[in-house]
């Protein structure tokens, strides 16, 4: 029995186009659909969340999906939205990659169960490895005009742009070869529906095109929009660059943090795309929300899930409890409890000094901690009249004149936090 995956993508915002038909094509019966992943990194990355949970809703609906890695299409390019070529990769990289990407997707995806709607991950290099090119082209080119393809949005667009040098033959044959992948599973997993962001609609309908011509059958395709942030800003890109799912990328902290500084408007659509909370009780976080925003119960909410849903319960624990060192209280126990990158992360962008492990380990005396050793406050002066005034805490914990700072003090046997007030922070970084 399916579930109606049509109705669940158009409420969540999640639906952009699809071929007439699809709807009542997906209500008759379990169907196998397939969605495309670029595999020239080891780690996808939250721009890659909307394809992601595309599949998890197909497979939650009682739906079979395919993750395709695109190992032979990663060695072409894909034209769509790019200005550039990409960088052509190895196949021991992309095998790498292959696999790094799987254990992603296992996070959203169900690949171990014995039933029948199980997910499957596939490479394309698999079937194009030994596909010569005057096969192809005789094969595959022969059924494909010059001029169908070159009435893609995605070749005019590239071929228009001023700045562009034009576009190679290998990214021309692009849409050819996805269209081919589209047709190999229709052809050998019976997979009969392609899906993809509203700019893959070209390389899709290529494919729906070869399984009619080629195939004798019908496929179906399937777009979700491009997703925008309201201030313009690219979704998905943080000061640092991409918002990778690989914690060693990104940290589950600033993964988290990501998400948690969303604004009202981006929350509010979000938690629609990026959670499985059912309708009514999205509805009923947005009307509280709308009574307290400053409370951030949908950014808190939506932060939480996704979280989850990329890492888990305990990395999303240790991210609260990261930025309650920063936002709440906190002690210096939970202080001690970060792992290094995290710490490196929370204190981001704050001061640091160094100071040798020799000193430490005789004690420091606060106020040239505090002063002449790390230059945070101006002089000894100073320190003392922060310290009369109670307003100095060594790793989160508040100190008098006269306290020794030593090696007890470490943090990940290597950092101590100083800090002046609420929001005034200083690292000493132990050498």
Same mark, same amino acid.
Not at 28 to 43: I, K
């Given at each position: =029995?399916? /579930? ?5 993508? !158009? ?5 952009? #186009?699809? +071929?007439?038909? *699809? &709807? ?41 999906p395919f993750a395709l890695v695109g190992g032979a299409t990663g060695m072409i390019g894909d034209p769509s939205g790019k200005s550039a070529e990409r960088n052509l990769l190895d196949e021991k990289t992309l095998k790498h990659n292959q696999e790094a990407i799987k254990s992603q997707l296992a996070q959203f995806l169900d690949f171990e169960s014995n039933t029948k709607n199980a ?29 169908? =393809?070159? /009435? ?5 667009? !590239? ?5 562009? #040098?034009? +576009?190679?033959? *290998? &990214? ?190 005789e004690g420091l005396d606060v106020i040239g901690a505090l002063a002449e050793k790390t230059g945070f406050l101006k002089s000894n002066g100073e320190a003392r009249r922060a310290l009369k005034e109670n307003s100095i805490a060594v790793n989160k914990e508040k100190v008098k ?31």
């Open positions: =029995m399916t /579930a109606n995956f049509i109705r669940e993508l !158009r409420w969540r915002g999640m639906l952009h #186009d699809t +071929m007439p038909g *699809t &709807e009542e094509y997906l209500m008759e019966q379990m169907r196998a659909a397939y969605v495309g992943f670029d595999p020239t990194a080891d780690s996808l990355h939250i721009g890659n969340l909307v394809p992601i949970m595309l599949l998890a809703h197909y497979q939650r609906a009682g739906h079979k997910a499957v991950l596939v490479n394309n290099y698999d079937w194009m490895k030994d596909f010569s090119f005057l096969d192809f082209i005789r094969d595959v080119g022969k059924h494909i005009t010059v001029n169908y =393809m070159m /009435a893609k949005d995605s070749v005019k667009n !590239r071929i228009s742009l001023e700045s562009s #040098d034009g +576009m190679s033959f *290998t &990214e021309f044959t692009y849409q050819l070869v996805q269209g081919y992948d589209f047709l190999h599973l229709y052809k050998e997993h019976q997979c009969t529906l392609q899906m993809g962001g509203s700019d893959q609609w070209g390389n899709i309908t290529t494919g729906t095109e070869l399984i009619r011509r080629i195939g004798g059958g019908k496929g179906y395709a399937l777009t979700c929009p491009l997703i925008t942030k309201s201030d313009g800003s690219k979704f998905g890109k943080s000061e640092g660059g991409n918002v990778w799912l690989d914690a060693k990328r990104t940290s589950p902290y600033k993964f988290y943090q990501y998400w948690l500084n969303t604004s009202d408007i981006d929350a509010e659509k979000y938690i629609k795309i990026f959670t499985f909370l059912a309708k009514d009780e999205i509805e009923n976080l947005v009307a509280d929300h709308a009574k307290a925003p400053h409370q951030r119960i949908l950014q808190k909410k939506l932060a939480d899930e996704i979280t989850i849903l990329a890492h888990s319960q305990e990395d999303l624990d240790n991210a609260i409890k990261a930025s309650n060192i920063l936002f709440g209280k906190s002690t210096s126990d939970d202080l001690k409890g970060l792992d290094e990158a995290t710490f490196l992360d929370v204190f981001d962008g704050v001061p640091q000094a160094e100071v040798s492990r020799t000193i430490i380990n004149e006269g306290y020794m700072i030593g090696h007890t003090d470490l943090i990940n046997d290597m950092f101590i936090l100083l800090q002046r007030g609420k929001r005034n922070y200083f690292v000493i970084r132990v050498v």
